[in-house]
T-cell receptor, first 112, second 109 residues
């Protein structure tokens, strides 16, 4: 089945230690999104790619970076995780901007 | 400011009872609104979108521009409807989704 895959499902890192979360898709969608969702809060868009064009949200901290080496893969890099970055990170794709979003299962990040 | 408000964190109803999950929005243009659902241990997925004017799994939602609302309704709740429901608005300018904080629906036997 075509889908959006996120690895790992759970990630534990140490304060200040760089961490990378990955997302892959078999839908061949043009757009890939990263959301951060903290407990009892709405998913918050961090950034998205339309093909290779990177679109950063104005309030996304510089600590968060992303890479999309090809259509299928997109990575979220957190350069120096703080305790406040502990959250669920959701990857989503859509065929076009504004199209229906297809979500991955999420990666829960814990920062010790 | 663009905003989606879901006033209820938790809504419990008995099986067979009507359900209404509230969603209000703040948006200056012509909004496109959606309901996404997340069942236990599953990923977030689209339930319905207002432009389709369809009924999915017995759920309907009508956009009321006067009241800036997009409430989700079902006449007879089923246990399998228990899930987390998110209302979302698509900004026509930026094509960015803005999600509400979600409402957990529990349908009791």
């Amino acid at each position: 089945d075509a889908m959006v895959i996120q690895n790992p499902r759970y990630q534990v890192t140490q304060f200040g230690k760089p961490v990378t979360l990955s997302c892959s898709q078999t839908l061949n969608h043009n757009v890939m999104y990263w959301y951060q969702q903290k407990s009892s809060q709405a998913p918050k868009l961090l950034f998205h790619y339309y093909d290779k064009d990177f679109n950063n949200e104005a309030d996304t901290p510089d600590n968060f970076q992303s890479r999309r080496p090809n259509t299928s893969f997109c990575f979220l890099d957190i350069r120096s995780p703080g305790l406040g970055d502990a959250a669920m990170y959701l990857c989503a794709t859509s065929k076009r901007t504004g199209g229906t979003q297809y979500f991955g299962p999420g990666t829960r990040l814990l920062v010790l | 400011a663009q905003r989606v408000t879901q006033p209820e964190k938790l809504l419990s109803v008995f099986k067979g009872a009507p359900v209404e999950l509230k969603c209000n929005y703040s948006y200056s243009g012509s909004p496109e609104l959606f309901w996404y659902v997340q069942y236990s241990r599953q990923r977030l997925q689209l339930l319905l979108r207002h432009i389709s004017r369809e009924s999915i799994k017995g759920f309907t939602a009508d956009l009321n521009k006067g009241e800036t609302s997009f409430h989700l309704k079902k006449p007879f709740a089923q246990e399998e409807d228990s899930a987390m429901y998110y209302c979302a608005l698509l900004s026509s300018g930026t094509y960015k989704y803005i999600f509400g904080t979600g409402t957990r629906l529990k349908v009791l036997a």
